[in-house]
């Protein structure tokens, strides 16, 4: 059998606002992977990007294993790897130019390499890999371990014959995923990522999930792998796999990282009284839609589980927003999830998005006063981001600019000719966060004079409110001064001025 090397391509230290943060999280879609390969009697080794000191490392555990394989699978999911972050390409094509100097044949399965696979086919990759990947991972495995050229017979491949790109077949997606082998956790050096995570946060977090897609159709989100299709595990076969993580490397805290957790009917339900059966209730954080949470009693069955906070998709304030969006919801039912939630000892968080085509100073109102009413715990800010295969990216394709992916998750860059310029949305994402942390201050403030808090904490919230007395108000001048500039690729539009939300 071939000795296979298989790596993640998304390299935490070459993304700083991630690096920052310290919140390592194994890629579980590239244990997924190696668990399949072990499953049919493979030689599997790992390499684990995400706690590597620098591309170079790949280089050496090349040198280490000399594989037969190289296979570099991107965790899918992990949200990040759908934004095809420029310095994660260049880091993939290192890693090819070096699993092909040293003599392996390689495979790739990323969003980015499903997009743009002449990229990687050039580079020296012997198959892109496109769509769901495990099952087309071990045919191809199998092909090449039996010294096949032609691969046209294996779905969700695209491969060079000669000088011809071949896309074959695509790949049915997996309905029954409990049939899946289960992700190699032994291959994972928890002791790296546990220091790291009691080094910065006292505590140690792991990852699972629980299903895989979503149905929805946001017109901005897009679907490389899975397309619109929705698959999701047992709720038992999730709990057993929980407990049998928790028996390996003891988290305290656990991410599921489905896109939406929760959407099968009484799913969550089940997964309680499972978890009260096996006795393995351990904080989790998950993401899902307030439509879903609004359903008769799923805030109970979620606090039963254990779910520390719940991450809405909510976007914009903005009605009109969301209806552009085709995001089916509504802001009311994000107002009353996001109380419920909290009305259950649930903390909440909100992604929010700007800069969606149609969204001017008063739909950026609209955001900042659903923000001030429902005060999420937690908040994150992107700007739209046009995504190869989306309908928003058909729509504003003739507005791309030169450049078309961010070099790092923090980058802000508006990739297209939107209502306001680049400046303007990293200054606003400065300012929205900076009125976020103020107001729960204040709120701090409140539980202090209440008795709730320490002297401490209420004191450093004290000198915060007073700093932000200051800088509020100045950065709100700058914002209206940026949302004038002419925009570099447009004629200047004009917005009439209101004063601060």
């Known amino acids: 059998m071939p ?41 599997v080794h790992f390499f684990d990007a995400m706690i590597a000191q620098a591309v170079a490392d790949w280089s050496a555990r090349v040198a280490e294993v000399r594989p037969d394989v190289a296979v570099l699978y991107d965790d899918n999911f992990n949200y990040l790897s759908k934004m095809c972050l420029s310095a994660m390409r260049l880091a993939a094509l290192e890693m090819i130019a070096a699993a092909t100097a040293a003599g392996a044949k390689v495979a790739i399965c990323s969003a980015d390499a499903a997009d743009h696979p002449d990229l990687y086919l050039d580079a020296g990759a ?29 779905k969700g491949l695209a491969w060079r014959k ?21 992700p190699a956790w032994e291959l994972v ?13 006292g505590f140690f977090a792991l990852n699972l999930v629980t299903s895989r897609g979503c149905p929805y ?43 939406i957790m929760g959407l099968k009917p009484r799913w969550w339900g089940e997964f309680a009284a499972a978890i009260d059966e096996l006795g393995v209730k351990v904080p989790f954080k998950c993401l899902s839609r307030a439509d879903l949470v ?27 927003i969301l209806d552009a969006m085709d995001k089916d919801l509504s802001t009311g039912e994000i107002a009353e999830a996001t109380a419920k939630l909290k009305a259950a000892g649930i903390r909440v968080g909100h992604f929010l998005q700007f800069g969606y085509p149609g969204e001017g100073m008063a739909e950026i109102g609209q955001t900042l006063a659903m923000l001030r009413a429902t005060r999420p715990d937690e908040m994150g800010i992107s700007v739209s981001y046009p995504l190869p295969g989306t309908v928003f990216y058909e729509r504003v394709q003739n507005q791309l600019r030169d450049k078309r992916h961010w070099d790092v998750s923090s980058d802000m860059a508006m990739l297209y000719r939107g209502p306001y310029t680049t400046a303007f949305y990293r200054h606003l994402h400065t300012y929205v966060h900076r009125d976020f942390r103020v107001r729960r201050a204040v709120a701090q403030l409140r539980d202090a004079v209440r008795g709730r808090a320490g ?31 002419p925009h570099p690729a447009a004629p200047r539009v004009m917005t009439a001025g209101r004063a601060a939300p």
Request: some cysteine; aromatic content about 8%.
């Open 3 to 43: 000795r296979i090397l298989v790596g993640s391509v998304y390299f935490l230290r070459l993304d700083p606002a991630r690096w920052a943060e310290h919140q390592p999280f194994p890629p579980l879609g590239t244990l997924y992977a190696a668990g399949t390969l072990q499953a049919s009697g493979h030689e």
């Open 126 to 154: 012997g198959a892109v890999i496109v769509g769901e990947g495990e099952l087309t991972l071990a045919e191809l495995t199998a092909a090449w371990r039996d010294g096949a050229d032609d691969l046209s017979a294996i």
């Open 162 to 182: 000669g000088a011809e790109t071949v896309r074959n077949l695509k790949r049915e997606v997996l309905r029954d995923l409990d049939a899946l082998p289960p």
């Open 189 to 201: 050096d928890m002791d790296a990522y546990r220091q790291v995570w009691r080094r910065h946060h």
């Open 217 to 259: 159709s946001c017109n901005w989100c897009a679907k490389p792998i899975w397309g619109q299709g929705y698959a999701v595990r047992g709720a038992r076969a999730v709990a057993e796999e929980l407990a049998r993580l928790v028996c390996l490397a003891a988290p305290d805290y656990i991410w599921f990282m489905d896109d």
């Open 294 to 320: 609004l359903r008769e009693g799923a805030v109970d069955d979620l606090k039963r589980a254990g779910c520390d906070i719940v991450w809405l998709g909510a976007e914009s304030g903005s009605q009109k």
């Open 455 to 485: 002297g401490g904490d209420h004191l450093r919230a004290l000198a915060f409110v007073a700093y932000c007395g200051v800088a509020i108000p100045l950065s709100w001048a700058r914002l209206q001064l940026l949302r004038l500039m």
